[in-house]
């Protein structure tokens, strides 16, 4: 049944006005003032900000990782995504020995259960002439996006000539690569080294991958997209170095991208030297002030376009289960490298967490405009992703996928809102003013306050388009 939203204020990633939303079957049919509504449901929203639902770019659902598994789902994660305001999330492919389309057709099995919209990225770790080939067929199981690394040796890193191959297969196709910039090669002498020397807590995962790996890398990555032509998006950045590299790269016509994620913007070094530091690690890591200050910056001055989570958690003492939806869970977790830092599952929690964080102290605080809120969490990721303007957007004919937020609502965040499927959450006890209050996924209402409303099975596959540079 159509129903109009009355009374809010529109927020897109350049506007902000009130106007009423017409809402019919899964799509936005009409935005104007004051819409008519004999038979229609209406629902107020005087006072609040009705945005365009979240895409979370990067999060890595139901991954096997050192003998366990991120402990979210495709179900658990889409739901709390959908808590925070989040209504599509793009996931990566583990590329099997078997190719492109068993992988995808695995992941899709997966992904049956899903709660909200989602796509994938293909993880491009390994190369070869035959899978070269196969490339451009991604396209066709609607995926125009993939993943290589700079690091990971032996695993899941590709060489540099296989990534200058690969990117310019990708200018060809019209296809983006994404790139996870750190030095493979210096962390693979760090490593040993600090074991034999018997460091093995948690802050040596951050002092065995440097900073200034991850700034080359992503240099050296901008500078081989350069070459072929191709665009490039940069993935998780941590490092102010590499704000000035992705800079440096765009200032020189190339067409570099790049994301950043909350914690890389709260967090550092320290916080792996505080007694449960295992709840801190991710790769990359967490670095410093300094480096935070940048990255605000870059998001601002738009050299980074994207604020995705990389969501991939883990329990903090995964011997002792949590109540999820009634049920007793519990799934090994960072506690398997309580001697060794290197078989702590690396991946932290935050699907839910990146609307209302940013928000408070990205907006509140006056370092983001709401537009550029809007931009970096929806709208951008939407472009990039070739989903707009189908999703990111408040237009007619666009995907009702829709956040009514209420900019005065303070919460005490925490792991009794959140609904990731973990043991803790790194914004514990942090005061947050502004928060969504519903959100429709496709025209129907999946959370209602603190109710859950959605159902697995709901969320829909995407099949995207060429990437647009922004
Ligand atoms: N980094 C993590 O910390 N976890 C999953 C994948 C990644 O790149
Ligand atoms: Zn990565
Ligand atoms: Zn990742």
Redesign the pocket.
Known sequence: MPFVIKGGTLITDTQSFNADILIEGERISRIEQNITSDNQQVIDASGKLILPGGIDPHT?FD?P?FGTV?SDDHYTGHKAAAFGGTTTVMD?VVLEPQGFKYSVELWMKKAAKAAIDYSFHMNLTRFDDRLAAEIPSLKDLGITTLKV?TAYNGRLRIDDGSIFKTLRLAAENGLLVMA?CENGDVIDVLIPEALAAGHVTPEWHARTRPAWGAVESTLRVAGMAAETGAPVYI??MNVGGEVDMVQYARQHGARVMGETCPQYLFFTEADLRKPDGAKW????PMRSKVDHQRLWEGLSQGVIQTLGT?H?PFFYDGTRSIVYEGKQVAIPGKELGLTDFTKI????PGVQDRLPIIWTFGVGDGKLTANQFVALTSTNPARIFGMYPRKGALLPGSDADIVIWDPDKRVNYGVALSHHRTDYNLYEGWELVGYPEKVFLRGSLIVDGDRWLGKSGQGQFLKRSESEFV
Request: proline share 11%.
């Open positions: 890595h991954l990782m991120s990566f690394f996870h993935v998780h690690i991710c790769s990359p990389d991939c599952p690396n991946g932290l």
